[in-house]
């Protein structure tokens, strides 16, 4: 009887000892998967967060880009119209004209057609470039633009005298 019950004893101190240490062991690998779990979580929605943030800085920039281009579209369109409207006024001076003067008038109404052409191929290409290029190809048509409307003044003024 001392026996068994010493036996029991052992028996019962072997099970609480198993449960404690069982319970104990338990714990920490689950805080620790825990503590884990919530770090990847955490990770995890600061990735979606920088991600979110860089689409939505990026969707920005594309519409800056895109009502930039636009402006500008517009613009080139308004100047191209009032140039347009002074080169029957051009061909008509030019018409008057006779011999080497007649032939450089014509050669300047075909380099201010040629020029504005060329303009006009820019803007439609600024409409398929990416937004980094934007910059270099607004530069570009900005730059076209100038050297047309120079050209109308500077054949406006040889076709008058």
Known sequence: ?????????????LIA????LAVGCDRKPEERVSDAERT???VAQAARDAVHRAGNTAKDAAEKAKTAADELLARVKSEMEDLDRSRPG????????????RIAAD??????????DELKRSTQDLRTQ???KLEAARADINEKLEKLKRAYEAAAREIKQ
């Not at 009887?1 to 019962?12: D, H, N, P, T, V």
């Not at 000892?17 to 404690?20: I, N, P």
């Not at 051009?90 to 003067?101: D, F, S």
């Open 107 to 116: 050669r300047t109404l075909d380099d201010l057609k040629r020029q504005g």
């Open 40 to 42: 990847g979580r955490e």
């Open 17 to 20: 000892g198993g449960l404690v």
């Open 130 to 132: 990416a937004a980094d």
């Open 1 to 13: 009887m001392i026996f068994a019950r010493g036996l029991k004893r052992s028996i019962a101190f």
């Open 90 to 101: 051009l061909e008509k001076e030019a018409g008057k004209l006779k011999g080497k003067a």
